[in-house]
């Protein structure tokens, strides 16, 4: 039996007993997800490989209180909207079903770079979300656990739970957990992504929304999946022998590939704009000289250029002084999801 002063120190809903906090990184894909095998359960249906990204980082503190009488959710200093506090809602029901603990939760975020305009902060969101929740609420997750949780969630969070290169593979039918692992430490080479923002505000379709839209209209859905595999394979080997143009010609293909199939939707998805064109012809032009660069794009107009960390600064100087490019954020391969 404890007395009255040993149980207030050790009641869990003593003053920050069910408070923690985590930051993880952004990523980019070399090799891209897009289209589901299951939207109920989040499963993929390509195999995708990315890189982790300092400093692209969100931070995120979750607290479990009775102080409040529904779980209330803060992006970078606003009060969410309905649907972004739906899937967060999500996350921690998923988190008190698994703990026990029946608490509604105040969650805090911030991002060090723009949201919702194709630099993937819903990765680095989801990712440092269920890590501090699982903590704040109890759990000992393991890496692997954590992946799958934020897999959950979305998808290409589950491999920003991984530093450096992580890849995350294709769903199998009847498979319900799905983890990201690690191919390779942020040591393993000395790259670079030069990220040419081009337009910062909200994308007009989100990426679950238009990969849904891909799998049910377009004539190129399936090319596109079966293309997926062998270049997700090229990209890896690639990595693994640090073999940049071989991973730059699949990475390449693999988002024009990507692109191609959302545009073809029915009605189409097109995330580019002309200085998207410009700065991919630009990369093209680079490439001519002489300086190994490549571009991938996800699901916004934004253009991010692979290359060696050594090239990184002639990159951006190319890049930045483009038309229609609003500025430049040059990233380097990054950590794992963090304790704070
Ligand atoms: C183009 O992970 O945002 O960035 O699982 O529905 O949340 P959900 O999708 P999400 O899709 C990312 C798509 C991509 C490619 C990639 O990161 O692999």
Redesign the pocket.
């Known amino acids: 039996m404890h007395d009255i002063s040993d149980k207030s120190v050790s009641s869990p809903l003593s003053a920050g007993a069910h408070r923690a906090g985590a930051r993880a990184c952004a990523n980019i894909?070399l090799a891209?997800?897009?289209g589901k095998l299951d939207a109920a359960l989040?499963l993929p249906e390509t195999p995708?490989l990315?890189l982790t990204l300092e400093p692209l980082a969100t931070e995120t503190w979750v607290e479990f209180t009775e102080n409040i009488p529904q779980d209330v959710l803060e992006l970078d200093g606003r009060v969410a909207t309905e649907a972004e506090v739906k899937r967060v809602r999500e996350l921690l029901n998923r988190v008190r079903e698994s703990s026990g603990l029946k608490l509604p939760a105040r969650v805090q975020s911030h991002n060090s770079f723009p949201t919702a305009a194709g630099l993937?902060s819903?990765?680095s969101g989801f990712a440092a979300l269920a890590t501090a929740a699982s903590r704040a609420a109890g759990l000992q997750l393991n890496e692997m656990q954590l992946s799958a949780l934020a897999r959950r969630s979305?998808?290409?969070?589950a491999r920003s739970i991984y530093g450096g290169f992580v890849e995350l593979p294709a769903a199998q039918a009847g498979e319900a957990e799905l983890s990201a692992r690690q191919l390779a430490r942020p040591e393993h080479w000395e790259l670079s992504f030069v990220i040419a923002v081009i337009d910062d505000s909200s994308k007009a379709i989100g990426?679950?929304e238009a990969?849904e839209l891909s799998k049910r209209t377009s004539p190129y859905y399936t090319a596109w999946v079966q293309t997926a595999g062998r270049l997700f394979s090229e990209v890896r080997q690639g990595v693994l022998e640090k073999n940049l143009s071989r991973v730059g010609v699949a990475m390449e293909q693999s988002a024009l590939a990507?692109h191609g199939c959302a545009m073809a939707s029915r009605p189409g998805v097109l995330y580019w704009r002309s200085a998207t064109v410009n700065a991919l012809q630009q990369i093209a032009e680079l490439r001519r000289q002489g300086i190994e660069v490549w571009a991938t794009i996800?699901?916004g107009p934004q253009v991010k250029a692979l290359c060696r960390a050594a090239d990184a600064a002639i990159v951006e100087a190319e890049l930045s002084r483009m038309m229609g490019v609003i500025h430049t954020i040059t990233a380097r391969p990054g950590p794992g999801v963090k304790a704070l």
Do not use: V
Not at 154 to 157: E, G, I, L
């Open positions: 894909a891209k997800y897009w989040n995708s990315s993937a819903s990765a979305s998808a290409s969070a990426s679950t990969m990507m996800d699901a």
